[in-house]
């Protein structure tokens, strides 16, 4: 050590002069519960199974969603779509049952670009905390959007022309 | 006389309770400063600004578990945060707190004890302080506790030397013991600060150890000894440890204001022409803001540096401080020879 630093007093004052520099900065806090921070367009929360303009559920139950988990969070039961339930589901085939574990998800989004049917999305909306771990798991009931088209969630904001354009490249299979 | 008693009853009260109520907003002092150090707010959610967060935080040590390791000698883990804190309380007697307040025509000095060795009862009970904290970390029965409270207790006897070195240049200049005459000595812009700068210094840094401050909190360094000689003490018992260290940082701040910054004296200050009670009164607050600046030092140290290792503290204290101050004393002693 030369002597300017065994005598430690010019580090030590310029180290109290960025200290004190600090003293009069703007502070990062945000003030939570009055002041929300604000997230992201694109941030990825909760899913939402869309509908279509009509009302009808999208999801045809491909599959292609919880094959492209890495977490493997996504299940689902398929079944056929009767006479008369043409109002109900968009396409032949439907998901009687959808499931995702909210403890296992990981929210990367890989589910909602392989849907060939833009039906899952995922939201800025949180996933609620709980006291029991099956609460987590969350079926139809809390995955699909209303009916109501006023309650309808909007996922313009993730469908950027990019993601548009992508979707409509043929030479992805899923994408035909 | 009873006059007199009571007047003293009266300061010395008021003294307790200022050491007791500055201590407690310290706290809340050192936080919000840790915040604003550190870009944050700092406690803003007990009351306007915080301010009710001492009284929390006093609330929930009373609630707290008191905790006492069966194996701890009863009587000193109780002996040793007591004794601590009424050290740390008692230093406040001998330091003169303003001019004197007139009342009927009769002076009363605004000093709890005017003792003439004033200095000397400060370093005499100052070192009784060790005793708390050795005691405290004794008791515990455990070895975090008790290499905390050796570490504390030798760090202290350290420094003490080359602080009590460092006095010892202003006993030479003033001629007296007594902190009244060292005060009365500094009248308007003769600090002896500017007379003794490297005086100063050692005694600030000394200060910093003696107080177990960063960067010399090595006795509760808690990377290595989880909370040094508090680690069994839970409770109100926690309390007095953490709250002592603020009553001595306020007195440490006095003793440093009054030795080297003037004390009560601000220059141009006597000559407003202000009755003596509002010149009291007004002394009175210009040595409470330097007490305040020194707490602010204390903190902004805290919050800049980090801690040293401890074989640098024992170097810094034996190798540096000790020659530097003994140095010192040898300058200032040829200065007034030539001087005479």
């Known amino acids: 050590m030369s002597f300017r630093e065994r005598i430690y007093f010019p580090a030590i004052l310029n180290g109290m002069r960025i200290t004190f520099g600090h ?3 703007r502070k990062t806090t945000v003030q939570y519960p009055e002041v929300t921070r604000q997230f992201s ?6 899913h ?3 509908r279509d303009d009509q009302g009808r559920e999208r999801c045809t139950s491909c599959g292609l969603c919880a094959v492209a988990c890495p977490a493997e969070a996504i299940t689902m039961v398929s079944a056929e779509r009767k ?7 968009r396409e032949e085939k439907y998901a009687a049952v959808y499931e995702i574990n909210m403890l296992r998800c990981v929210f990367c989004g890989d589910c909602e670009e392989a849907c060939p049917k833009e039906a899952i999305f995922l939201t800025t909306e949180l996933v609620k905390s709980e006291y029991q771990r099956d609460k987590f798991i969350y079926g139809k009931d809390q995955l699909v959007e209303p009916f109501d088209p006023a309650k309808r969630i909007d996922v313009s904001k993730r469908q950027t022309p990019a993601v548009l354009e992508f979707k409509k490249d043929k030479r992805y299979k899923h994408n035909v | 006389m009873a006059t007199q008693i009571i007047i003293k009853t009266i300061l010395a009260s008021f003294i307790l309770l200022l050491s007791l109520v500055v201590a407690m907003y310290s706290t809340l002092i050192e936080r919000k400063v840790a915040g604003w150090f550190q870009d944050r707010h700092g406690p803003n959610r007990t009351g306007p600004w915080g301010l009710l967060q001492p009284l929390a935080d006093g609330v929930k040590l009373f609630f707290k578990e008191e905790f006492m390791p069966a194996s701890a000698d009863k009587f000193l883990y109780i002996l040793g945060p007591s004794l601590t804190m009424f050290v740390a309380l008692l230093t406040s007697a001998a330091i003169p707190w303003g001019p004197d307040l007139v009342i009927n025509g009769v002076a009363y000095p605004m000093q709890v004890a005017d003792v003439n060795i004033g200095i000397l009862y400060v370093f005499a009970i100052l070192s009784i302080g060790v005793y708390g904290i050795m005691i405290g970390g004794w008791a515990s029965n455990n070895k975090y506790a008790l290499l905390g409270a050796v570490r504390a207790s030798s760090q202290m006897i350290s420094y003490e030397l080359a602080m009590s070195l460092s ?3 202003i006993v030479m200049m003033t001629g007296s013991l007594s902190m009244r005459d060292i005060v009365a000595q500094q009248q308007g812009f003769s600090w002896n600060i500017f007379y003794q700068p490297l005086g100063f210094l050692i005694f600030l840094i000394c200060a910093f150890a003696e107080t177990n401050r960063s960067p010399f909190d090595l006795p509760e360094c808690e990377t290595e000894l989880v909370g040094g000689y508090h680690t069994e003490y839970s409770s109100m018992k926690l309390g007095f440890y953490l709250f002592s260290e603020y009553i001595n940082m306020f007195i440490s701040g006095a003793v440093m204001a009054t030795l080297f910054l003037g004390g009560y004296h601000f220059p141009g200050l006597d000559k407003l022409g202000l009755s003596p009670n509002v010149f ?4 009175f607050m210009v040595l409470f803001a330097k007490i305040t600046f020194f707490g602010f ?4 140290i805290r919050w800049t540096l980090p801690r040293f290792r401890y074989d640098q503290l024992m170097k810094l204290g034996w190798k540096s401080l000790i020659p530097l101050a003994i140095l010192n004393v040898v300058i200032t002693g040829v200065v007034i020879l030539l001087n005479q």
Do not use: C, N, Q
């Open chain 2, 280 to 283: 009291a009164f007004v002394s």
């Open chain 2, 167 to 169: 006095i010892i240049t």
């Open chain 1, 83 to 89: 006479p008369g339930e043409e109002h109900l589901y």
């Open chain 1, 41 to 46: 367009d694109i941030y990825r929360g909760k």
């Open chain 1, 48 to 50: 939402v199974l869309k």
């Open chain 1, 23 to 25: 003293l009069f900065r």
């Open chain 2, 297 to 300: 030092i204390f903190m902004w």
